[in-house]
């Protein structure tokens, strides 16, 4: 496979002048804990989708499924490819059988990891852990934590396998902890969120990241197919989600929150296809959640000449979309429900303006709307 070539970075967005600078606490709201998804309806399309009408400012109350009939032939929708990660870890410490949780994070090189782990007793330099699969069996796995990073581990892996291999077989379905608390009592195999916590076009390829893209989790084979013969083009990119995803921005203002990295890689075919939707003015770019925005938003504008490039666009992003924010590539957008002070909220902020976001907000929690991960879905026309 040609070697990544790396795209300019793009500077934080929120950083453009402006009269007023976004408030941390102006992303707030309160969420009944009945409206928290606990699971995904099913078929994945019968989910509820609010459409936001951006230019008559209307709002209807629809499903998924509807969504071809929102769309025109010539028009493109983006999707993410990357496949989610058995990354969350449980296990107990050899000699005191003290139980651990945790996340994987990394494999910066081969039998080390970048791990997150909290356990009730404090953790040091030297200890292993026994890794347990989804049915609490030990399978021959150890972690020896070798030192801190930042607020992870570095750990070896006393066991054969990538750590691909070794998830596979030990690793659990990281689910947000906002769904594992909103469940309480209820039990839920793992083989049945390993499902669910994965997009039906996910590259098994392209494994890397640990939260899904959850946008695309309404997708349906048959979705799929109305789209594509309704005339509406498919593109794939790829960002690989990161844990700082889902975590609450803390400082005041969201001009000073310090955003995370994520690694994007985006073919020749992808932007190819984009340049054809701007230049040849074929339709309008529909982005499948927040990930493919800050995906496509951190390309370089103009888009190159395919002929110029040696290989696929790509790089990390640390991209924070706020209000204010001149969007270059996106024209719409599919997205969930997204979690109160959190930077996925501000980039649908952005797209549709503060006092607008809070309307919706309020409106889909009057209409009992399902939220966050496992929740319905709003679509946000020009």
């Given at each position: ?230 005339g509406v083009q498919r593109i794939d990119v790829m ?144």
């Amino acid at each position: 496979m040609p070697d990544v070539v790396p795209a300019p970075r793009p500077g934080t967005a929120n950083v453009q002048m402006s009269k007023h600078v976004l408030r941390t606490d102006e992303l707030d709201y309160q969420l009944p804990q009945a409206l928290i998804a606990t699971r995904p309806v099913e078929p994945r399309d019968s989910a509820k989708m609010l459409v936001i009408s951006r230019c008559r400012d209307t709002i209807e109350h629809r499903h998924v499924r509807d969504l071809p009939g929102y769309l025109q032939s010539g028009d493109a929708m983006v999707f993410n490819t990357t496949a989610v990660v058995r990354a969350r870890l449980l296990g107990r410490r050899v000699g005191t059988g003290g139980r651990v949780e945790g996340l994987f994070l990394d494999e910066p090189e081969p039998g080390r990891w970048l791990v997150m782990l909290r356990s009730n007793g404090r953790l040091r330099r030297g200890q292993q852990i026994e890794l347990l699969d989804p049915q609490g069996r030990a399978q021959g796995h150890l972690l020896e934590l070798l030192d801190r990073q930042a607020a992870g581990w570095v750990a070896r892996v006393l066991g054969p396998g990538s750590a691909t291999s070794v998830l596979d077989r030990v690793g659990h379905t990281p689910l947000p902890p906002y769904i594992r608390r909103a469940r309480g009592d209820q039990l839920v195999a793992d083989a049945l969120d390993r499902q669910w916590y994965q997009t039906v076009y996910a590259d098994a390829q392209q494994r890397g990241s640990v939260a899904a893209p959850t946008a695309g989790l309404h997708f349906t084979p048959d979705l799929l197919g109305r789209l594509e013969k309704s005339g509406v083009q498919r593109i794939d990119v790829m960002l690989h989600i990161g844990l700082g995803t889902f975590q609450p921005i803390t400082s005041p203002r969201i001009d000073q929150h310090v955003m995370h990295e994520e690694h994007y890689v985006v073919s020749p075919d992808a932007i190819a296809a984009l340049r054809e939707q701007r230049t040849g003015r074929r339709g309008r770019i529909f982005a499948v959640g927040s990930t493919v925005v800050r995906t496509l938003e951190s390309l370089p504008e103009p888009l190159p000449q395919t002929t110029a490039l040696d290989g696929p666009l790509g790089g990390q992003t640390n991209l924070l979309i706020a209000p204010p924010y001149q969007f270059k590539y996106v024209d719409g957008m599919l997205t969930n429900f997204h979690l109160p002070r959190s930077t996925l909220l501000a980039l649908v902020a952005a797209m549709i303006g503060l006092d607008r976001l809070k309307a919706v907000y309020h409106e889909a929690i009057e209409q009992r709307y399902r939220f966050y991960s496992y929740g319905d879905a709003m679509l946000i026309l020009p």
